[in-house]
């Protein structure tokens, strides 16, 4: 478990910044992109919970964002460092479990009849939020993968989690008996 005992160091003010094997690279690196929209993301789904949303969803979030942190640990460490680090790393049973709380999810929201827009409840509308944030990590992820070998896992749970965001957002709106705002394709 990291030890904080400063919060700032100055080491990253010429733009540079250290992976967690203290390799320094540029701040605005891929590598760096991708954790970082992970991190945001996680904050996202941070408001999501701190609005209130539904008992179900207020138990399965809070697992989600601590998977994050293993995301962004599995992602700030090249395939190379994992070797001589003991790190969390995203693992098969993340992504399944993602599986299973959309199939649970699903089966009370029903299938989707029409595209729906953004909205509904203020958690559904964060968790909207969330699912976009999580889209660009996931194509940062995948940007990265072009260039240099990520974790076998990290890019399924960004797919599937980025699907159980909608799944979540829809649920908030139907366990509040909130109509689902529907796009109008003839507007």
């Not at 891929?30 to 970082?36: D, H, I, Q, T």
């Not at 953004?118 to 072009?146: D, F, K, N």
């Amino acid at each position: 478990m990291p030890r904080l005992t400063k919060i700032y160091t100055r080491s990253g003010d010429e733009g540079m910044t250290s992976l967690g094997s203290k390799t320094r690279v540029p701040k605005e690196s891929l590598r760096v992109s991708a954790y970082g929209t992970v991190d945001e993301l996680n904050s996202v789904l941070g408001v999501a919970v701190a609005h209130g949303l539904v008992p179900r969803l207020a138990e399965i979030v809070p697992i989600i964002q601590n998977e994050l942190f293993h995301l962004g640990s599995d992602l700030c460490f090249t395939e190379q460092d994992k070797e001589a680090y003991q790190i969390p790393q995203m693992e098969a049973r993340h992504v399944t479990q993602l599986e299973a709380w959309i199939d649970e999810l699903t089966a009370v929201t029903g299938s989707l009849e029409n595209f729906i827009l953004p909205g509904g409840t203020i958690g559904a509308a964060q968790l909207h939020v969330a699912r976009t944030a999580c889209r660009r990590a996931e194509r940062l992820v995948i940007a990265l993968s072009r260039e240099e070998e990520v974790g076998e896992f990290v890019i399924p749970y960004l797919n599937r989690l980025s699907d159980a965001l909608f799944v979540m957002a829809r649920y908030e709106n139907k366990e509040r008996d909130v109509t689902e705002p529907l796009w109008n394709s003839r507007l």
